[in-house]
């Protein structure tokens, strides 16, 4: 800024009020303001809590994780008793949200593909079924939905000793859903191993093929090549394991039924619940992603001679990705977040069990600062994943 | 718009015919659509007729449960039996038209606040209809003065706390959120970073964790003594977890603001809280209209979560009634097919009218 100056146009030395109407200095002043409330909002919050704790008598800190838990979790994917500590209970917890939300997202990523290009399909009947679909789930509250399912299970099916049987070892209780599954095995694990490197493989493979078709326009066949590298490895690991063929069957045992793999009724609810919701948002957003797309992109593709299945894979996905691929990272964000409402129909996801947690240790502030934590990492990480996305796949102008 | 201009020459013919070439376009248009219309007629004769059979032919509405028992269809006699409970929840009998009269009136300030945008008409009443409003509701709510007993709020629920919980969150969390918005789009590095770290948390933690922070860590946080209740910590929890997200639709407005706009008000010496008020929020605002709407909308859906913390929203009273007596129990199809209804109703209509306004307030760029 200019020297201020006054009537008669000579230049005076700034006073205390000129320093006030700077610009500049004010906003450092602002700031102190701002900044000086917050801390002392702060101090004001701690002092309370740090009193009203005292008189509780709750110690603060993280101590109590070390502690016996000494609650039961029905589903646990790790090795857990009431006798591991609070710590392991919340890996369970952890483990199971990011279970039911890896399944949901991938489920409700296929259903809401079909139903969002279902709402674009020249077909009215199929176009209308759809629309319905879409607005029906997505205007009413997924708890209610979850609770409805949760309702529905236990009660539409019958008891253990006359369970539903459509395929052998497949069967259907109101105690959840059984599926026979192999005996754990060397061989399994080999076959993970198998996986492992012909990905690592495929990889390299495609890098290679890419750099000879920019330099040669050579197409390489990737996917047949690729496929056929993942199917041989993991077979191959699979017998060489011994190509074990035991499964565990669950059958009926007393009152309740053993062996095989339990889906829980809780689990089911909570994974519809979620599915079904989250797919009407995915559907929206795969029929916008589509909508993006010129139809001029289709013509220019097919004036170039380009075949129609290669344009849909170079032309016209990679478009619409860019539109689309955002807000669906949105929708998964929101799954895994909504799979908190888990706690309401007795799923034992993270909040859940810190819930649980926090009622019996009183350490409110801990367990609640835990899971606030973890979500908000989780939520960071797919932000900063997002960026990445977005700067590799915006448009290069110039 | 001028539809005419777009919409292809009118079929002609007579009704039969133009229904047999209608359906040749849009059913049966080559094999693979017409499998797919003869599968989707299949599935609707399969779904729909059962759940007409089950929902009216064979339903009652007698609301007891021995008349329940002896229909195969629907009970609806459960929702008719238990209507004030679950539209009410245990609010007192007698005094229960004061529940209904506040809920008419937030109702109709909705809709007086959304249909402000269509007829201009409307918006100067916009404020001094919150204003005035409030207050009643909350007198009628509570009561205790002009002769109304007083009702404590842990005995509110129903539809109208649900409506009050996600409007008075939204009204409330409406100044807040600007108030994010403009601190992310300032210039000075600690109050951009204040916002940006406010709402970048609050939008990171599902509306679950806040409310469980609201119920369970508020009275750690409260100098001895004072104690705020259940119901006015969900609120409070509601209002700072909506604003986070109406933060980030007003950058969205205040972003579509063309930069010339912020020099013109420079140029014309006005300070910044002055060409805030007189250029850039008018003309930010009227860009997030429709998605304040499925803001709200979202709030409304949201609000439900309560039930977890131990409030009866509407959702909380159907599971109240559903227990209110064991023979009831089975019949939660119904309880929840009433309350999925509801909501359905409600939010439907509101997104329909968002879509619509969207489209309003394009009509000026597409000339």
């Given at each position: 800024?200019?020297?201020?100056?006054?009537?008669?146009?000579?230049?005076?030395?700034?006073?205390?009020?000129?320093?006030?109407?700077?610009?500049?200095?004010?906003?450092?002043?602002?700031?102190?303001?701002?900044?000086?409330?917050?801390?002392?909002?702060?101090?004001?919050?701690?002092?309370?809590?740090?009193?009203?704790?005292?008189?509780?008598?709750?110690?603060?800190?993280?101590?109590?994780?070390?502690?016996?838990?000494?609650?039961?979790?029905?589903?646990?994917?790790?090795?857990?008793?009431?006798?591991?500590?609070?710590?392991?209970?919340?890996?369970?917890?952890?483990?199971?949200?990011?279970?039911?939300?890896?399944?949901?997202?991938?489920?409700?990523?296929?259903?809401?593909?079909?139903?969002g290009v279902a709402r674009l399909s020249s077909n009215w009947i199929v176009r209308k079924l759809a629309t319905v679909y879409v607005e029906t789930f997505r205007n009413i509250p997924v708890l209610l939905q979850l609770f409805f399912w949760y309702a529905l299970i236990p009660g539409a099916f019958p008891h253990p000793r006359d369970a539903l049987e459509p395929l052998p070892g497949v069967l259907f209780t109101s105690r959840g859903m059984y599926m026979p599954v192999p005996v754990a095995d060397t061989a399994y694990t080999l076959m993970g191993i198998a996986a492992i490197i012909a990905l690592v493989a495929i990889f390299f493979i495609k890098r290679w093929a890419k750099k000879r078709q920019d330099a040669t326009g050579q197409p390489f066949p990737m996917f047949l090549t690729g496929l056929g590298i993942f199917v041989g490895l993991v077979l191959l690991a699979y017998l060489a394991g011994g190509a074990p063929t035991e499964m565990s069957m669950p059958e009926l045992k007393g009152f309740n039924i053993r062996g095989g793999y339990n889906i829980s009724p809780e689990f089911l609810a909570v994974l519809i619940g979620l599915t079904v919701y989250t797919s009407t948002y995915v559907a929206e957003v795969v029929r916008s992603g589509i909508q993006a797309v010129p139809s001029g992109q289709w013509e220019a593709a097919d004036s170039l001679g380009i075949k129609r299945s290669v344009a849909l894979r170079k032309v016209i996905l990679p478009q619409s990705m860019r539109v689309a691929i955002p807000p669906l990272t949105n929708q998964y964000l929101n799954l895994t977040k909504n799979s908190s409402l888990a706690v309401a129909v007795g799923y034992p996801d993270l909040v859940s069990v810190s819930n649980t947690t926090m009622n019996q240790t009183g350490q409110a502030i801990e367990a609640i600062s835990i899971f606030m934590s973890i979500y908000l990492g989780l939520s960071l990480l797919t932000s900063l994943f997002m960026n990445w996305f977005n700067k590799k796949m915006a448009l290069v102008e110039r | 718009m001028s539809d005419n201009a777009k919409s292809p020459p009118l079929p002609t013919g007579t009704f039969a015919e133009r229904a047999v070439s209608w359906s040749k376009k849009n059913l049966f248009d080559g094999w693979f659509n017409s499998i797919l219309t003869i599968g989707a007629i299949a599935f609707l004769l399969w779904l729909i007729p059962p759940i007409i059979e089950w929902g009216i032919v064979n339903a009652t509405l007698e609301p007891t449960i021995e008349g329940c028992k002896e229909v195969s269809g629907a009970c609806w006699g459960f929702v008719n039996a238990n209507l004030r409970l679950i539209l009410f929840g245990t609010y007192p009998y007698d005094e229960q038209w004061r529940p209904l009269l506040a809920m008419i009136i937030l109702m109709g300030i909705i809709c007086g606040s959304l249909g402000a945008v269509k007829y201009p008409g409307l918006r100067k009443a916009i404020i001094p209809m919150w204003v005035i409003g409030v207050p009643i509701i909350a007198?009628?709510?509570?009561?205790?003065?002009?002769?109304?007993?007083?009702?404590?709020?842990?005995?509110w629920g129903g539809l109208p706390l649900t409506l009050i919980l996600s409007s008075i969150g939204v009204i409330f969390a409406f100044p807040f959120g600007l108030l994010l918005a403009l601190g992310r789009q300032s210039h000075m590095p600690a109050i951009k970073t204040m916002s940006v770290v406010y709402i970048e948390v609050i939008r990171g933690v599902p509306l679950i964790t806040v409310l469980f922070m609201a119920s369970v860590m508020f009275p750690l946080f409260l100098p001895d003594g004072v104690t705020i209740d259940k119901l006015l910590r969900a609120q409070i929890g509601i209002i700072l977890f909506t604003a986070a997200y109406l933060a980030e639709v007003f950058r969205g407005g205040l972003q579509a603001v063309p930069r010339g706009q912020f020099e013109a008000g420079?140029?014309?010496?006005?300070?910044?809280?002055?060409?805030?008020?007189?250029?850039?929020?008018?003309?930010?605002?009227?860009?997030?209209?429709?998605?304040?709407?499925?803001?709200?909308?979202?709030?409304?859906?949201?609000?439900?979560?309560?039930?977890?913390?131990?409030?009866?929203?509407?959702?909380?009273?159907?599971?109240?009634?559903?227990?209110?007596?064991?023979?009831?129990?089975?019949?939660?199809?119904?309880?929840?097919?009433?309350?999925?209804?509801?909501?359905?109703?409600?939010?439907?209509?509101?997104?329909?009218?968002?879509a619509y306004l969207e489209k309003e307030l394009r009509k000026g760029e597409r000339r």
């Open positions: 800024m200019s020297k201020p100056q006054n009537a008669q146009g000579d230049v005076r030395s700034k006073s205390l009020v000129d320093y006030l109407n700077d610009e500049n200095v004010r906003a450092v002043l602002y700031q102190i303001v701002a900044i000086g409330l917050i801390i002392l909002a702060g101090w004001y919050l701690v002092s309370n809590t740090l009193y009203n704790l005292a008189q509780q008598n709750i110690s603060t800190g993280y101590g109590f994780l070390d502690l016996e838990a000494s609650f039961e979790i029905s589903e646990t994917m790790i090795d857990y008793s009431a006798k591991s500590n609070y710590a392991t209970a919340l890996v369970v917890g952890l483990l199971n949200t990011v279970k039911v939300s890896v399944l949901g997202i991938v489920l409700c990523t296929i259903i809401g593909t079909i139903f | 007198i009628l709510m509570w009561g205790g003065v002009l002769g109304l007993t007083y009702v404590q709020n842990s005995y420079d140029s014309l010496a006005l300070s910044y809280w002055q060409s805030m008020r007189l250029i850039i929020l008018p003309q930010a605002l009227r860009l997030v209209i429709p998605p304040t709407v499925n803001s709200f909308i979202s709030m409304f859906k949201d609000t439900t979560l309560v039930v977890i913390i131990g409030l009866f929203d509407f959702l909380g009273t159907v599971k109240l009634a559903l227990r209110s007596d064991p023979a009831w129990t089975k019949y939660y199809v119904e309880g929840y097919a009433f309350a999925a209804a509801i909501f359905f109703l409600i939010c439907f209509s509101m997104a329909k009218y968002s």
